[in-house]
């Protein structure tokens, strides 16, 4: 997925499509106003608990290995690799509670993590980001992140092609500033554009305001806090498992059918058990015939490095190593 250079070149008139994308029937994803109010990750204002709860349950069994390595589409089922059919037998070895305590558990894991990243001023990471547009599965993207909690700044690398983004609360007029990197989009060095626009958002669900690890766990909380529908039509299943070799705790959830969810059939959330953030959130839309089907969206955080030495110059374009001026 090429995040701003096909939507830098809408802004210039021109049009260029890369290979191996579809690009034909973009549009930005969640715009109906019914869809906003019922996804998992629709925006909100949030606040955890002044307290993270003290417990939470170990699971006894034998964990399961999880893999993240680059490339995979999504994270290896308890009982097999997982697929775009997703679960109708949510992990046979997973311990399953009963619907309520299964949520409850699950809003405690969320309410955990937004506590832990509210405690870091600063971290980067690698995203792994996927997302389906228009029934049509883009490919993956791997982007080096840098963020920071107080002012917001957010600087993004993509691996693939070296495209950069830096955006700082309060400067730039709110804007963000764009470095494509391939294209008629490239003949501008900086693009500076705003991160609910159209065009910046023309690849992603959500504006570049809503990135990182803590605004992922903030949204999916208020969905299971607000959405009291889900609880009464929702199977969730926790299991032990192993994320990139590290012990990590994985909550499947089946929607019972469009009814009670309509835009998400199944949602997979994967927690750090060391760190307690949320590391990994999957989820898959309805077929045709009511029944789990492609991918929607994938956000999976690699090599995250808490509490790192960032500042100013790390989310600034005149930054040496980077190539907005180049």
């Known amino acids: 997925m090429r995040l701003l250079i ?11 499509l890369p290979p191996n994308r579809d690009r034909s029937a973009r549009t930005p994803a969640l715009s109906d106003p019914e869809l906003v109010a019922n996804a998992p990750f629709s925006r909100g204002n949030v606040s955890a608990p002044e307290e993270t709860p ?15 390595s680059q490339g995979t589409s999504a994270v290896a089922a308890i009982d097999g690799p997982s697929n775009n059919s997703s679960s109708n037998h949510l992990a046979a ?32 990471a690698v995203l792994e980001q996927q997302v389906q547009k228009r029934g049509r599965l883009l490919d993956p993207d791997w982007i080096d ?15 693939d092609d ?12 709110g804007r963000l500033l764009a470095h494509p990197t391939k294209g008629l989009a490239s003949l501008r ?12 958002m023309r690849d992603f669900r959500y504006p570049l305001t809503e990135i990182g690890i803590e605004n992922l766990s903030r949204m999916a909380l208020r969905f299971y806090q607000q959405e009291k529908s889900v609880q009464a039509g929702v199977v969730c299943v926790s299991s032990q498992v192993l994320a990139e070799g590290r012990p990590a705790t994985q909550f499947d959830v089946s929607f019972a059918n469009e009814n009670v969810s309509p835009v998400y059939a199944t949602s997979r959330l994967i927690f750090s058990q060391e760190t307690g953030f ?18 929607l969206e994938l956000y999976r955080y690699h090599k995250i490095t808490p509490n790192a030495d960032l500042g ?4 600034s374009e005149d930054n040496p190593a980077y190539g907005f001026h180049k």
């Open 6 to 16: 096909l939507s830098l070149l809408l802004v210039a008139g021109l049009t260029l």
């Open 54 to 68: 003290a417990a939470f349950e170990e699971q006894k069994k034998t964990p399961v290995e999880t893999s993240f």
């Open 93 to 124: 070895n997973g311990k399953a509670s009963s619907m309520a305590n299964a949520v409850e558990s699950l809003k405690e894991y969320l309410v955990r993590s937004l506590h832990e990243m509210e405690k870091i001023p600063a971290y980067t």
């Open 145 to 159: 992140l840098k963020l920071r909690r107080s002012p917001f700044s957010v600087y993004l690398k993509w691996q």
């Open 162 to 173: 070296g495209q950069e983004v830096v955006y700082v609360e309060g400067l730039n007029d």
């Open 189 to 200: 060095s900086v693009w500076k554009l705003r991160p609910e626009s159209q065009q910046a």
């Open 278 to 295: 949320l590391i990994s959130v999957e989820s898959h839309g309805w077929n045709a015939d009511g029944k789990p089907g492609m991918l």
């Open 312 to 315: 100013d110059l790390d989310f």
